[in-house]
């Protein structure tokens, strides 16, 4: 059994959508990042930086008997993947090519599509240097990923994998991150074959109603 520590966010869409897919026992611990439920003292012992994904797997256990509890989005699909034998190839050429995406997301997709998203959506001030400079960034990245997916269905190795479940969330916040999808049609269409997928939808709509 795995203990899945979510709110309905781009990072945590990624760990919803993978147990989605192979079908992994788990349950939802809802962090209501709103509510400031992530400062709680019973989550900081689960994820010391509170952030939400965080797991618990139950399966796993320290020489004490205490189960492994993982922060990091990226982390925990690696390590789901390695339990499963799902999603990241084993052959070390192809694990390597989805694991550069991986920590492609992590490292650029994901933190530069957060402050477009914060400074075009959420910011109390009006920061145009900012908000610019964002933008203008998440295009770049934007345009890096079409331009890898022109004549390829999936991002690594032509096969679905961990690499198109970390990136494919950020994607749903075009419109709050100032980004015309319309005009990067290699990514668009990547966009929508994942977002047809059963379990994508179902990992989609959990916790919606938060």
């Known amino acids: 059994m795995i203990d899945l520590y979510y709110f309905p966010t781009p990072n945590t869409w990624k760990v ?4 989605e897919e192979t079908g992994l026992e788990y349950r939802v611990k809802t962090v209501n990042i709103l509510e400031g439920d992530q ?23 320290d020489h004490a008997g205490q189960p492994l509890a993982i922060m990091e ?12 034998g799902r999603f990241l190839p084993s052959d070390p050429f192809r694990r390597a ?3 550069e995406w991986l920590m ?11 402050q477009a998203t914060f400074f075009n959506a959420y910011c109390p001030e009006d920061l145009p240097l900012a908000r610019a400079r964002y933008t203008n960034e998440v ?13 390829r269905e999936w991002i690594a ?4 994998s961990i690499a198109d479940m970390a990136c494919w969330g950020w994607v749903t916040l075009h419109e709050l991150q100032g980004q015309d999808i319309a005009a990067t049609a290699h990514l668009r269409r990547w966009f929508e074959q994942i977002g047809a997928r059963p379990a994508v939808q179902r990992a989609y709509a959990l916790g919606a109603d938060e």
Request: hydrophobic share 45%; with cysteine; net charge negative.
């Open 16 to 19: 919803s959508i993978f147990l």
């Open 39 to 61: 400062f709680d003292a019973g989550f900081e012992q689960v994820c010391p930086n509170r952030r939400v994904p965080a797991i618990v797997d139950h399966d796993v256990l």
């Open 73 to 84: 989005s990226g982390a925990i699909l690696i390590h789901l993947a390695e339990k499963t």
């Open 97 to 99: 090519k989805v694991l």
């Open 104 to 114: 492609w997301q992590m490292g650029g997709m994901g933190p530069m599509g957060g």
């Open 139 to 151: 295009a770049r990245l934007w345009g890096v990923l079409d331009k890898h997916l022109a004549g």
């Open 157 to 160: 190795n032509d096969e679905y």
